[in-house]
């Protein structure tokens, strides 16, 4: 929804980076484009007003003039106010002190509530809640239908005794709802309330007598982000004729130019509670406004990546995995196939590959990407046998013309595969084994000398200022080596075992081979080994006297 203002903006960011100093004009200039961006992108004007003026009273401050680099302290702004009109912060919902928490949804009709009704219902299910999904719309055609089969997909229970279609009232429905849910101990109830082809009293009354019976919690608008500034009208009539706590966006996955996003939260004063991104019931989250200021500057989302991979992800099944990468050799394609099937439970590629840094300048080529081409090497490693599975060398000629016929792809589809495969084998043990070649900071394991070694002789003489004296000089600077030594100042932590790495890389790092383990020495232990050869001298002269 946001790619055109995405693209918008990283042009005009792009051109402020090739620039040590910035002036006023061009201050301006950048503002000024910003501004087209955001009205092209059908931002209520009132909003791109502020949000201009604050981002050029910022830049002219004295922490941008002085800055290193101007441009990427203009970006921050730029980021930081995108945040504030989006909401500021997560918020998250209030629950009822004493159970059951009403959470009353409304909105107009064909914004997707009932749909979104099931999909809240499953997202708190998954919190570890008992929700109960009540069917108060009793006016549209089979809406009631429609939730009790979402309710069974979703696996939440749904109250409806009324048949609906015009027939029932649905502030009694609503009224008997909290207490069927006393009587069966749900702690959550999601009303789903009718709604209308536009604003009118008779359906802000209904809304209004629901409310009063009920005396919900928590109440949700829910608001279609596709139909533009007119959301952000019937959003203000709700609130002046209802009221309502958070305001639900759906259909973020529409070609909808998406200023009804950030211009409702700096409008209503409402914040967005939660966004709907897709047509799955799984496609249901808490609207972070970071997140969100990350994606539309082509910061990426590694966050909301890195939880649905702990989601999907078993996590005893990924610490075996990651022994098995450390080894290189025991990954085999039977583990491939788990960790392949692992990530189609994250979505399409295209979706995970948009969420890194700097997608947008490759939107074209995401696009491009076929997830049916996962299902062809599926297909391929399940046509091999167990032992082919396990041992790939011994695919042969003949074995790969039988694996191509029974997975229907070429022969060649089935080396190229059993190539790439021992290509990331080598790869997998020269990083995590004895280090990658030509690069800075990344060695081989030593390689120890047997001790008590013939015929090297005690090396004479010597020189002040000499290999050992600097070598010992030097300890202090080798003791903090590791393996980061000779890596950037921007990776720190790398040196110790797990020390300064993200969060579930520090059992991974206590399981590496050599110097990348907890069992490499500690830094104090470094100098007393380097006096190793100083040691021995001692002892042989001992023995010729």
Not at 408 to 433: C, N, P, T, Y
Request: glycine fraction near 12%; proline fraction near 6%.
């Amino acid at each position: 929804m946001f790619e055109t203002l995405s693209d918008r903006l990283t042009q005009v960011f792009s051109s402020l980076r090739s620039r040590g100093r910035l002036s006023a004009a061009d201050i301006d200039a950048t503002c000024r484009e910003i501004r087209i961006a955001l009205l092209e992108a059908d931002v209520a004007l009132p909003v791109v007003r502020e949000f201009v003026a604050r981002v050029k009273e910022r830049s002219r401050g004295e922490a941008v003039s002085a800055a290193l680099n101007p441009a990427q302290q203009v970006i921050k702004i730029v980021h930081e106010e995108l945040i504030e009109i989006l909401g500021g912060q997560t918020r998250r919902l209030e629950f009822a002190k004493i159970p059951p928490t009403v959470i009353m949804l409304a909105g107009l009709q064909g914004s997707g509530k009932t749909t979104l009704a099931a999909k809240l219902a499953r997202w708190l299910r998954e919190q570890g809640h008992t929700p109960l999904l009540v069917a108060a719309d009793l006016q549209r055609p089979n809406a009631v239908g429609q939730l009790q089969v979402l309710g069974e997909r979703v696996r939440v229970p749904v109250f409806a005794p009324e048949p609906g279609n015009g027939i029932g009232d649905p502030v009694a429905v609503a009224r008997r709802s909290v207490q069927e849910a006393k009587l069966h101990l749900h702690d959550m109830v999601v009303i789903d309330t009718a709604g209308r082809l536009g604003i009118d009293e008779e359906m802000m009354r209904q809304a209004v007598a629901i409310r009063d019976a009920v005396q919900p919690d928590e109440i949700l608008y829910v608001v279609d982000a596709m139909i533009g500034q007119d959301a952000v009208a019937t959003a203000q009539a709700f609130l002046d004729g209802v009221g309502y706590d958070g305001v639900v966006l759906t259909k973020l996955d529409g070609d909808a130019r998406g200023g009804a996003a950030l211009s409702i939260a700096e409008l209503t004063g409402r914040p967005i509670m939660f966004a709907s991104s897709g047509e799955k019931l799984e496609d249901f989250d808490l609207f972070h406004p970071d997140r969100m200021a990350s994606r539309i500057l082509d910061m990426g989302d590694m966050l909301t990546l890195i939880e649905q991979a702990e989601r999907a992800f078993d996590q005893d099944q990924a610490a075996e995995m990651a022994g098995k990468l450390v080894s290189g050799e025991n990954f085999t394609f039977e583990d491939f196939i788990d960790q392949l099937l692992m990530v189609r439970k994250l979505g399409p590629i295209g979706n995970l590959l948009g969420m890194l840094p700097g997608a947008a300048q490759n939107r074209e080529m995401l696009s491009q990407i076929d997830d049916s081409q996962l299902d062809r090497v599926l297909a391929i490693v399940r046509s091999m046998t167990p032992a082919e599975r396990r041992s790939p060398k011994i695919i042969n000629g003949s074995r790969r013309a039988r694996i191509a016929g029974g997975a229907g792809v070429s022969i060649g589809e089935v080396g190229d595969l059993v190539v790439r495969f021992f290509e990331a084998q080598k790869m997998m043990r020269q990083v995590l084994g004895g280090g990658m070649p030509g690069m800075p900071g990344m060695r081989r394991k030593p390689v120890k000398n047997p001790r008590g070694k013939k015929g090297k002789k005690k090396p004479k003489g010597g020189r002040p200022g000499g290999a050992a004296e600097r070598a010992a000089s030097s300890g202090d600077a080798r003791s903090s080596g590791g393996v980061g030594q000779g890596l950037p100042h921007g990776l720190p932590g790398i040196g110790g075992a797990g020390a300064g790495l993200p969060g579930g890389f520090g059992d991974l790092a206590s399981g590496l081979p050599g110097s990348l383990g907890s069992n490499a020495p500690s830094p104090a232990d470094l100098p007393d080994l380097q006096n190793l050869p100083a040691a021995f001298k001692t002892r042989k002269n001992q023995k010729r006297t």
